[in-house]
């Protein structure tokens, strides 16, 4: 059976005797070794973290198990965010697992299919604005001080604690940190959360390195890489359509103490990056996840030296989530009568 996150990494969390160790089979996800793309770009060892192995299918679920049990913790009965899509079907399942009403606020335009299906499933109460991501943080932040309602959302630092552990679980299975992580950038809690991780493991002597961090955001939501704030974020990968990120300064931090770098993809690279997960490493992550890809391939084109170097990209949620980009994106199946010449024919069999 699956520790889960709290048990597993109890030293390294805010855990206390009154701490509920809930979980719902969270972490220990597949860190599994490039089959094609390590040689094409000729780096030493280069591995997918698949964070869409997680109970609701994203990373999110490693922060939320721990925001959950401390809002259980300190009596809390309702949370609250806002989301692009995973925070609230990762909130809204914890929250109906382990009691607490989940109130979510989403950006009407772009929430993926198979997300919004899930907040429904789990029974969270579901608000779609009009108006991004950003405003829908907005309205959390101002509904949660003025109510006793947990926010949820990656600003809470519980989340952060609980994402750390990917960190942990890299460093555990390598042996040590590998030289570059790769990692799509939205929000920009992720980032911030795996660079604390990989600075406690070391200065735990878990670890002797650290890895330059390399985060990627979409080109039409770079407010990191511009230095501005974008008003009107636009991007296929619809987890990372941010325009004003809540950690900016952590992902800042995590690339200038790391030697690391923060760029940006444009769409055709991340749907690029996608396909070639899928079809030629067996793996189907979301549009977002395809970034950290498309960081890699775009990086060592530009020259960076990869050779010997352990490489880990995350792909941070499933491909399920978003069925309608892959379908739209995709050659639709051949439509044939239900005879065997016809197919053998269509199959280029005879
Ligand atoms: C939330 C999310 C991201 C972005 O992570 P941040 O912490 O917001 O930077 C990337 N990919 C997926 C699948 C996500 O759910």
Redesign the pocket.
Same mark, same amino acid.
């Given at each position: 059976m699956k520790q889960g996150v709290l048990l597993r990494y109890r030293q390294f969390l805010p855990i206390t005797p009154k701490t509920p160790m809930i979980t719902l089979g969270e972490g220990d996800t597949p860190l599994v070794r490039s089959q094609r793309l390590e040689k094409e770009i000729g780096c030493g060892e280069l591995y997918f973290k698949l =964070?869409g192995c997680n109970p609701t299918g994203?990373? %999110?679920d490693r922060g939320m198990v721990v925001a959950v049990a401390k809002a259980v913790e300190g009596g809390s009965r309702a949370i609250m965010c806002a989301s @692009?899509?995973? @925070?609230s079907a990762s909130a809204a399942a914890y929250g109906a697992r382990f009691g607490l009403e989940t109130l979510v606020i989403v950006p009407r335009a772009g929430i993926a299919l198979g997300k919004l299906a899930q907040a429904l499933a789990y029974g969270a109460k579901i608000i779609s604005i009009d108006g991004s991501f950003d405003d829908a943080l907005s309205l959390v932040r101002a509904l949660t001080q003025r109510y006793p309602i947990t926010v949820v959302n990656?600003i809470n630092p519980h989340r952060i604690e609980g994402?750390k552990t990917a960190a942990f679980e890299i460093v555990d299975a390598l042996g040590d940190a590998p030289d570059y992580l790769f990692i *799509?950038?939205?929000?920009?809690?992720?980032? @911030?959360?795996y660079w604390k991780g990989f600075l406690e493991y070391q200065r735990a002597g878990r670890s002797k390195s650290t890895p330059g961090m390399m985060g990627f955001q979409a080109e039409g939501a770079a407010p990191i890489v511009q230095g501005r704030v974008i008003e009107e974020p636009r991007t296929v990968?619809s987890?990372?359509r941010?325009g004003n *990120?809540a950690?900016w300064k952590g992902?800042v931090a995590a690339r200038d103490e790391s030697g690391g770098r923060i760029d940006s993809v444009s769409d055709e690279e991340i749907l690029s990056a996608y396909r070639l997960l899928g079809s030629s490493e067996g793996i189907f992550? =979301?549009p977002?996840?395809a970034?950290s890809v498309a960081g890699l391939v775009k990086v060592a084109r530009q020259g960076l030296e990869l050779k010997g170097k352990k490489v880990v990209c995350i792909i @941070?949620?499933s491909g399920l %989530?978003d069925p309608d980009t892959a379908v739209e994106i995709a050659q639709p199946p051949a439509e044939l009568p239900a005879d065997i010449a016809a197919i053998e024919k269509s199959l280029g069999l005879v």
């Open positions: =964070e994203s990373f %999110k @692009t899509g995973n @925070t990656s994402q *799509p950038v939205g929000n920009a809690g992720n980032i @911030t959360a990968a987890a990372i941010i *990120p950690s992902a992550g =979301e977002a996840s970034a @941070t949620g %989530k």
